[in-house]
């Protein structure tokens, strides 16, 4: 029989590709997790550790696929140009913003946080 951790997964793959929602009641409790499955019309392979659908009709996820459906997905790493583009550009958006509020700078508060700077 599967245990309520497993059947978890299973759902939660499940849920990538359709839509069956889990109470917090019912997470720790196999037979709960069992009954609400079968209530969305699906049923439990406990021997081929499987959610089949009652009818035939889509995709059988199976707690092998479930894992790697619900892995964490890997960061990208950026490279050094990337880097230096997204900088450059907060540079413009920065410079644009200045150009186009240039009466801000004529504030008495401004000109104290500037000397402050320094």
Do not use: C, W
Not at 13 to 34: F, G, Q, Y
Request: hydrophobic share 35%.
């Amino acid at each position: 029989m599967l245990t309520a951790p497993e059947l978890l997964k299973l759902i939660k793959a499940h849920n990538i590709l359709s839509k069956i929602n889990v109470p917090a009641k019912s997470r720790k409790d196999p037979e709960a997790l069992i009954k609400l499955i079968e209530s969305k019309n699906y049923v439990v392979d406990h021997d081929k550790k499987v959610i089949k659908p009652k009818q035939q009709r889509g995709k059988q996820i199976t707690l092998k696929s479930a894992e790697e459906l619900t892995k964490p997905k890997a960061k990208k790493e950026q490279t050094p140009e990337q880097i230096e583009k997204k900088s450059m550009n907060q540079k413009k958006k920065v410079i644009k913003f200045i150009l186009d509020n240039k009466e801000i700078l004529n504030d008495p508060e401004i000109k104290n946080l500037h000397k402050g700077i320094k």
